[in-house]
């Protein structure tokens, strides 16, 4: 079964709508491959004719949004021709105080809204230094967007004009405005499960809510029946509100649909990457590489531990990227005494530069969403070991251009290592296997998947 086969029943063209790509925060170098497939699905859906903007709903100012705009363009990730709004960069009106839009919707919300006071709160001006609303600030709740503490509004002067209920009631509102503004049906790709829960309640008979996934749903140990943390628990109760979800590869929706069945409609629409031309001339020998954030999850010990092991001659190992693990992982290279060939590279703009240069990346994590490295790895020629686990690899993998083995096996991964090193007719045959494994996840093969999710959104009444 091709990874996009169950959502791809069109053309691979966008329906006549407005698409809002509606993301918490957006912003260049942070939440890693997050932000690179929320951009990276806004830019292919503009490439394939969709009307489509982005938005944001963090609290910073002006000058600190144009500046990621400006940098999402350099990198190429974001063109200019692609609106990325905020919603703070449009609440305030130019002759002082809310928006118009938010004037309204808080003159017209409920009054008992206005008993609910956070005990203390956050004022918000605009850059003649003039008050237009005020956040409460919810200390020491992870869950601090669920709160129905008052949004207060003002007017020019000043004065309280009325309060929203929450960030929920504040984000509804910047939304309503923006869909009464367009003439084609809305259809808002939700990036984001906080949000994904605030606007579950949301009614709006001319929108429609694709709510995609990013990540695993499960903790340790991984199992399909493994708990699941509040903030899941919380969205698989309201997930049949939404038009369509759209989860990463056919395991994890598969996981879902035996664990929870029920009326939610569950599709697969995976992340799409650009397949490059492969050059072998670049490779260099006995090159191993991993790309991916130092994080515990991301279990980079053992990768270190297992290619030591492997102990093959003239190879050496380069980790691309930064995170919380960087410093144990430099102390566990020097204990190792393992500094003339393991190297610890720094984060990488580039990735695709690195794979066209490896003989082989591994990864060892824990666990994954997609695994988008490990395809961005195929794309470019480049097998791959990796420990089988949810969700992705396996996607993958399976289907050829690499090796799986067990889950935290060390030995296991350096014998798979030592194997594909080693063995130069099956590295060969991995590496002819991997540009095909990876057209499955291509950019087209990914839009038709969700220019198909978004009819089967559009052809029903909405959800709510």
């Known amino acids: 079964m091709s990874a996009v086969s169950d959502a ?4 691979g063209l966008f329906p006549d709508a407005a698409f809002l790509v509606l993301s918490s925060r957006l912003i260049p170098g942070l939440d890693g491959g997050y932000t690179i497939a929320t951009a990276s699905r806004a830019r292919q859906m503009a490439e394939n004719g969709a009307d489509v903007q982005v938005l944001t709903v963090d609290p910073a100012d ?18 200019a021709g692609i609106p990325l709004r905020n919603l703070f960069d449009e609440a305030s009106a130019p002759d002082g105080g809310a928006a118009p839009w938010l004037r309204a919707a808080a003159a017209s919300a ?4 206005e008993a609910e006071c956070a005990v203390e709160y956050r004022e918000l001006t605009d850059a003649e230094g003039r008050p237009y609303a005020a956040l409460p600030v919810i200390h020491g709740n992870p869950d601090w967007h669920l709160s129905a503490a008052a949004v207060r509004v003002y007017d020019q002067h000043g004065g309280t004009v009325g309060a929203l209920p929450g960030f929920g009631g504040l984000y509804r509102a910047w939304l309503d405005h923006l869909a009464g503004a367009s003439e084609k049906p809305v259809v808002v790709i939700c990036e984001s499960r906080q949000l994904g829960e605030l606007l579950a309640g949301w009614a709006n008979p001319r929108v429609r809510i694709v709510h995609a996934i990013h990540t695993m749903h499960l903790e340790p140990p991984y199992t399909p029946d493994a708990p699941l943390n509040a903030l899941w628990t919380r969205w698989f109760a309201v997930s049949d509100r939404f038009d369509a979800v759209l989860w990463p590869t056919p395991a994890q929706r598969d996981d879902v649909q035996a664990r929870f069945g029920g009326e939610a409609v569950n599709l697969v629409a995976p992340h799409g990457i650009r ?41 050496r190992l380069e980790i691309w990227g930064d995170g919380p693990s960087t410093a144990s992982v430099a102390e566990l290279i020097s204990a190792l005494d393992g500094g003339d060939r393991v190297a610890l590279m720094g984060r990488t703009d580039d990735p695709d530069a690195v794979l066209r240069r490896a003989e082989l990346m591994v990864t060892a994590t824990a666990f994954e969403g997609q695994g988008l490295s490990i395809v961005e790895a195929l794309a470019a020629g480049c097998p791959v070991v990796s420990y089988d686990v949810r969700y992705g690899p396996g996607d993958a993998l399976g289907r050829g251009g690499g090796m799986l083995v067990p889950s935290g096996d060390e030995g296991a991964l350096a014998d798979a290592i030592r194997r594909v090193l080693t063995d130069a007719p099956l590295r060969a045959r991995l ?20 220019a198909a999710a978004t009819r089967t959104a559009l052809a029903g009444p909405a959800r709510r």
Not at 110 to 113: G, L, P, T
């Open 275 to 315: 397949l490059p031309t492969v050059n072998d001339a670049e490779r260099e020998p006995g090159l191993v590489v991993s790309i991916s954030r130092l994080a515990p999850g991301k279990r980079i010990d053992h990768l270190v531990r297992a290619f030591l092991a492997a102990d093959v001659p003239g190879t």
């Open 431 to 450: 590496a002819g296997e991997a540009p095909a494994v990876a057209s499955a996840w291509s950019e087209d093969a990914a839009m038709t998947a969700l």
């Open 62 to 79: 002006a000058a600190v949004h144009a500046a990621h705009r400006e940098e999402f363009a350099r990198l190429g990730m974001l063109p």
């Open 110 to 113: 409920d009054r008992s809204v």
């Open 8 to 11: 791809a029943s069109g053309e």
